[in-house]
């Protein structure tokens, strides 16, 4: 099956910080990657619709200059939390979907802990 | 905007037992229904989906149905498993996917 990683798995960083967290399909090419947030015992909230080589789409309420994503390549999407704040510590999760398909793969997310 | 709405939000079932999870879509021109399972600390996994032109899906021990007309579609898992325990998450797709809210499921041994 499609493989999705995600790095760092875990990340703590002091507020006022940014972080990158990376998102690649190993075994496909990835012609779209969202990007959610999960609060614990909550669903997975969609942030962020990227399409290789545009701009992502971002849900009502995300700022986009908080939030940057890229997705440079169809195997490499990256999600940079600027000047982090407390509030942000969340899970991160990304997810990938292949050349005219609907299936989501999703990565094993990322634990971000903002002190 | 689609809303789904899943049921129950927890469930508990003696092994070897069957589980049923149920979840309602708003937005009738959604045409993809995934299920996911995801286990504490990690993303979730797909584990069955159905198309709107299917009435039923089957995989070994997990099914799922779809009504389109009453805009409802369930898993059903036989002969569960300690193994089996994780929240699923039921999804619709119209454009983008739309998330249950997450069904917390205890297979009890």
């Known amino acids: 099956g499609a493989v999705v990683s995600q790095h760092p798995s875990r990340v703590i960083c002091k507020s006022g910080t940014s972080v990158k967290i990376e998102c690649r399909s190993l075994?496909?090419?990835?012609?779209?990657m969202f990007w959610y947030r999960q609060f614990p015992k909550q669903s997975l909230m969609l942030m962020a619709t990227?399409?290789?080589?545009?701009?992502?789409?971002?849900e009502q309420g995300v700022e986009k200059d908080k939030f940057l994503i890229n997705h440079a390549s169809l195997t490499l999407s990256t999600l940079t939390v600027t000047s982090a704040h407390p509030e942000d510590s969340s899970f991160y999760i990304c997810?990938?979907?292949?050349?005219?398909?609907?299936?989501?793969?999703f990565g094993p997310g990322t634990r971000l802990t903002v002190t | 905007g689609e809303n789904v709405e899943q049921h129950p939000s927890t469930l508990s079932v003696q092994e070897g037992d069957s589980a049923v999870i149920k979840c309602t879509y708003s937005d009738s021109a959604s045409n993809y229904f995934p299920w996911y399972k995801q286990e504490l600390g990690k993303g979730p996994q797909l584990i069955i989906d159905i198309r709107s032109n299917v009435g039923e899906k089957k995989d070994q021990r997990i099914a799922v149905t779809l009504n389109k007309t009453a805009k409802h579609f369930s898993l059903h898992i036989t002969e569960t498993q300690p193994e089996d325990s994780a929240v699923y998450f039921c999804a619709a797709l119209y454009q983008k996917v739309t998330f249950g809210t997450g069904t917390k499921l205890q297979v009890i041994p």
């Open positions: 075994d496909f090419q990835a012609t779209t």
């Open positions: 990227s399409n290789e080589g545009s701009k992502a789409t971002y």
């Open positions: 997810s990938a979907s292949g050349w005219e398909t609907y299936e989501q793969y």
